[in-house]
């Protein structure tokens, strides 16, 4: 329903070297199913329209971690590098699937890259959000502009997760908050997205 362009692989995309796991993004067509319980001919619907049938060819492989444990309120953090270029869109995210709420700590699109994008989605209107960067009050949330180039260096996006509110960090930080309940664990997500143009 996101229009993206990849398929996440169980194994291929993902390298551990040095300490670091990598997300690796290779354009490789692939056919799949997109849910694996479902038929290869079952139609999926999205809510503006019909994505196609359950088994597509994508024309891009890339990588996603997904914990199978659940976590709720504490303070998540990564530290982490990402290339530059058009088409690139790495997610540090919290969704816990309960009417799609969902925890954005960061997205980043590689043809801006230095911009950090933070978000929450919510079914009761996300409403307070407020930057620490100058942006007036917004819903659901945006890209903040920043001094970071995330292709140079290490860089350190945190989140702390309240039972009253949240907060974004970047490099130790406040960049973001916003106020309200988010009560439903969740499992922690980092993936590398390739979207199409109107995704």
């Known amino acids: 329903c996101n229009k993206e362009q990849q398929y996440y692989t169980e194994k291929g995309n993902a390298e551990l070297k040095k300490g670091f796991l990598s997300s690796v993004v290779k354009k490789e067509p692939i056919t799949a199913k997109v ?54 869109w790495p997610a540090f995210w919290l969704y816990s699937g309960h009417e ?31 930057t620490t960067l100058g942006l007036v009050k917004k819903n659901w949330g945006d890209f903040l502009k920043t001094s970071s180039a995330w292709h140079v260096g290490l860089n350190v996006v945190g989140l702390e997760w309240n039972p009253e509110y949240i907060k974004w960090y970047l490099n130790g ?22 979207p199409s143009n109107d995704g």
């Open 100 to 130: 799609n709420d969902e925890i954005d700590i960061f997205e980043i699109k590689g043809e801006r890259n230095s911009d950090i994008h933070v978000d929450i989605h919510c079914p009761s209107g996300c409403n307070n959000y407020k």
């Open 35 to 88: 849910l694996h319980w479902e038929a290869d001919d079952q139609i999926l619907k999205c809510k503006d329209f019909d994505a196609g049938k359950n088994k597509q060819t994508y024309n891009y492989t890339s990588g996603m971690i997904y914990s199978t444990q659940k976590f709720h309120y504490g303070y998540y953090e990564i530290k982490f590098r990402s290339d530059e270029g058009k088409g690139l």
């Open 173 to 194: 930080k406040g960049i973001a908050y916003w106020k309200g309940k988010m009560e439903f664990p969740s499992p922690i997500i980092a993936n590398l997205a390739i």
